[in-house]
């Protein structure tokens, strides 16, 4: 369903430009400066809404706790 590493890549480099407009590390404009973990979710690209429902919940065991 798409190219996810490419999409997880731009988004992260995203991030990143943020952080550097902001001279602020990314820690910080997440909140999650004293935490120990970072809550992740799994990027999904546009699919047919049957196909994608189906998927998700084939899927909806895994360790997700939310999709983008």
């Known amino acids: 369903m798409g190219?996810?590493?490419a999409k997880e890549a731009i988004d992260i480099a995203?991030?990143?430009i943020i952080g550097k407009h902001?001279?602020?590390p990314l820690c910080e404009l997440l909140g999650i400066?004293?935490?120990d973990k970072l809550p992740s979710c799994y990027t999904i690209s546009i699919e047919?809404?049957?196909k994608l429902?189906?998927?998700l919940w084939q899927n909806k065991s895994k360790a997700m706790k939310g999709c983008k």
């Open 3 to 5: 190219f996810n590493y």
């Open 14 to 16: 995203l991030w990143g």
């Open 22 to 24: 902001y001279n602020t």
């Open 33 to 35: 400066a004293e935490r």
């Open 48 to 50: 047919v809404p049957e």
């Open 53 to 55: 429902r189906a998927w």
